[in-house]
């Protein structure tokens, strides 16, 4: 394995964390800057929606530009973001950041990517790829929870300088690290969404969209869930992130062995219908138990629950990849947006909801999507099957 991928493992750790560390901050930025925490949920929904934009777009204007400049340029973009939100004296300040934060994440993202192909080689692409996007992983597990433990001392203001100043060296060694002269390759946004229209992939990103609008219903507004639905203090929110985490990197190591096993369809499945499980049991859970039996069950369901839900994105990731081998590269980049399109959307919905109801009932409402989501996937594979039988046929 080349090491030099372990460095852009590093930037998606840095920039996921801030994805994930919002649903702890928002408490206390909602109450600095005057704000209701449904209000503040835009943030993440702007981060998610900058992302999700961020990275076709900016990729595609990038075109054959040199990957090192492009990594290290979009590394600083990102940490001046971070330095913005850190040193913001209004909420309209925080939602610019927002938006330098998310569209700068989502051009590293898709660099990244290719840039560790290309190291890496194509026969070692998808082990390239499961490196650099594990990044993201452990932000989940370690630091989402690191942030908010440094929110709990220095306020959601040293969290972010925290992140930028961890941007910063990751930034400084990739320049001295990656080689000089690696260019990409220029595609238009016509050849980058073309891959939607191979067979299979459009139903499998709406698999995806819906399933993490469902789930970032609930996991944006953990914080209002726990402390508001569960009676749950505010320290107890890095322990929760930490045992969130935990499920996250045990469900996502062992996806792969599971998908090999019992197949990628099957493992998503699982998925699916365990995140609908738990929506359910979380918002009868609150609804029905006391405060103190409900806080129990919040925390003991986050491992397991973390564990088959973070077995969907490896999962996922490889029955699309199975879909056009060829044009893996795009569908990737594309059901990475797909995911950030979910976050986005899962927040703004949770938001309407947690101005509308009580914070219990998100479960309710996020319960919805996994059975969409189920409905999808089973179309989609009537679908696939009809076409090799044509196929057959013919």
């Known amino acids: 394995m080349d090491k030099r991928l372990i460095w852009l493992a590093v930037g998606s ?6 994805g994930f560390v919002f649903s702890s901050l928002l408490p206390s930025i909602a109450a600095d800057t005057h704000t209701t925490i449904p209000r503040a949920g835009h943030l993440i929904t702007l981060f998610a929606l900058s992302y999700a934009i961020g990275a076709p777009l900016l990729s595609a204007l990038a075109g054959a530009a040199d990957r090192r400049r492009l990594l290290v340029a979009a590394m600083l973009t990102f ?6 939100a850190a ?3 209004s909420f309209a300040t925080l939602l610019f950041a927002q938006i330098v934060m998310g569209m700068a994440s989502g051009l590293f993202a898709a660099t990244a990517q290719a840039t560790a192909v290309s190291l890496a080689g194509a026969e070692h692409r998808a ?6 996007v594990g990044g993201t992983t452990f932000a989940v597990a370690l630091g989402a929870p690191l942030g908010a433990l440094i929110a709990a001392f220095w306020g959601w203001r040293g969290t972010f300088g925290a992140i930028a100043l961890l941007g910063l060296s990751c930034a400084a060694v990739l320049w001295l690290r990656l080689p000089r002269g690696l260019s990409g390759t220029k595609l238009t946004m ?19 969209f819906l399933y993490l609008t469902g789930g970032f219903m ?19 929110l890095p322990g929760l992130l930490l045992a969130f985490g935990v499920g996250a990197v045990i469900g996502n190591l062992s996806s792969g062995y599971l998908a090999d096993r019992l197949g990628a369809t099957r493992v998503v499945t699982a998925s699916l219908i365990s995140a609908l499980v738990v929506s359910l049991m979380i918002a009868t859970g609150l609804h029905l138990l006391t405060r103190d039996l409900a806080g ?5 369901i986050m491992v397991p629950w973390d564990i088959v839900g973070w077995a969907f994105p490896p999962a996922q990731a ?10 893996a590269h795009l569908t990737l980049s594309l059901n990475a947006s797909a995911i950030y399109l979910g976050i986005a959307t899962g927040t703004a919905i949770g938001g309407r909801v947690l101005e509308n109801t009580a914070a219990a009932d998100l479960g309710f409402f996020a319960a919805l999507f996994p059975v969409a989501s189920l409905a999808v996937l089973y179309a989609g594979l009537r679908s696939h099957r009809r076409r090799l039988a044509t196929v057959a046929a013919e």
């Not at 016509?190 to 709406?206: D, N, T, Y």
């Not at 953990?222 to 505010?234: E, F, K, M």
């Open 13 to 18: 750790f840095t920039m996921s964390t801030v």
């Open 79 to 84: 940490v001046v973001g971070n330095c913005i």
């Open 87 to 89: 040193t913001s004296v």
């Open 127 to 132: 082990l390239a790829i499961s490196i650099v």
């Open 190 to 208: 016509s050849e980058r969404f073309g891959a939607i229209g191979r067979p299979g992939v459009a139903s499998s990103l709406s698999v995806t």
């Open 218 to 236: 609930i996991i944006s507004y953990l914080a209002p869930l726990a402390i508001d639905g569960a009676g749950l203090s505010q320290l107890a």
């Open 296 to 300: 129990l069950l919040l925390i003991g």
């Open 318 to 327: 490889s029955r699309i990849v199975g879909f056009a081998p060829e044009v």
